[in-house]
């Protein structure tokens, strides 16, 4: 069974971009709003984010940051 590929591709103004890989995907129920990544050792991410963005890290199939 294949595993799904879980990053964010994060895009430069100078045309480069990056991969940031993770590893793990954690919902918290909270007051306010929050959305975090942290960077393990072996150079992957977690993303923690609240309930008010996703019940459920697996129905989420982007993420966009618009910067305008």
Wanted: glycine residues 4%.
């Amino acid at each position: 069974m294949s595993k799904d590929r879980r990053a964010v591709a994060v895009k430069f103004k100078d045309g480069t971009s990056k991969i940031i890989e993770l590893s793990k995907a954690t919902a918290i129920r909270s007051e306010v709003g929050l959305l975090h990544l942290d960077k393990f050792k072996d150079g992957t991410w977690r993303l923690t984010f609240s309930n008010d963005i996703a019940e459920d890290f697996s129905k989420i199939t982007s993420l966009d940051m618009i910067r305008e």
